[in-house]
């Protein structure tokens, strides 16, 4: 999941690193913010983690907390099926957690509706159409987030393929909402604000 709109994206160094101007591995191409962010190891670019259209920067994770980070509760948000081959997801989860400061608890709107709980079921996403660099695939929804109570919070989604209502599966990217009109907690979400700026 990512946002729409401008975001930073926060990486793990252990599994991310980037590259400037200079470098033999920079691409301009994949330029977001002066860095190229590539994978540790190969040396080669996580095609899907460029598939958010409005990165603005890299950045070393903070906190632990690793995916892209914006500074709005009112968000359109994609829900991305990218997959390395032609696949349906079942019974795809957004599930919204992690509310900041601890103990709030957030009025959640998606699509205009308010949600019981801190889940939103989607139903099934195919990952059919073929992505613009090839040998990968993508199709996307759109939801429409609004919520309101506490600082922050965070978005993920996984496809609950067994209906036991647990994430089995793999790896899967999280978005970090926070609300720039609120006074930040930490200098830890002051430098992402900061970051936003540049």
């Known amino acids: ?3 729409s709109g401008p975001c930073v994206y926060c990486f793990d160094p252990t599994e991310y690193y980037t590259v ?4 033999p591995l920079y691409d301009p191409a994949f330029d977001r913010g002066g860095l190229v962010l590539l994978e540790t190891g190969t ?3 996580d095609w899907s ?3 958010a259209p409005d990165i603005v920067r890299f950045q070393p994770s903070v906190d632990g907390n690793d995916g892209y980070v914006f500074l709005t509760p009112d968000v359109e948000l994609i829900v991305d099926t990218f997959s390395n081959e032609p696949r349906v997801y079942s019974n795809v989860i957004v599930v919204f957690d992690r509310f900041t400061p601890a103990g709030c608890t957030p009025a959640i709107l998606v699509n205009g509706a308010p949600i019981a709980g801190n889940r939103f079921y989607m139903g099934d996403l195919a990952a059919l159409t073929p992505t613009a660099w ?3 695939y993508s199709d996307t929804s759109t939801l ?4 309101a109570g506490c600082s922050g919070i965070r978005i ?8 036991n209502g647990i ?3 793999g790896e899967c990217f999280t978005a970090y909402s926070h609300d720039a009109s609120i006074a930040v907690e930490s200098s830890s979400w002051g430098n992402i604000k900061a970051m936003h700026r540049r």
Do not use: C
Request: overall charge negative; aromatic content about 20%; cysteine-free.
């Open 1 to 3: 999941v990512y946002p």
């Open 20 to 23: 400037g101007p200079g470098d």
């Open 43 to 45: 040396g080669e670019i």
């Open 49 to 51: 983690i460029y598939q």
């Open 134 to 136: 090839g040998n990968n």
């Open 144 to 147: 429409l987030i609004q919520w």
């Open 156 to 163: 993920w989604a996984f496809a609950d393929e067994n209906y």
């Open 167 to 169: 994430k089995d599966g």
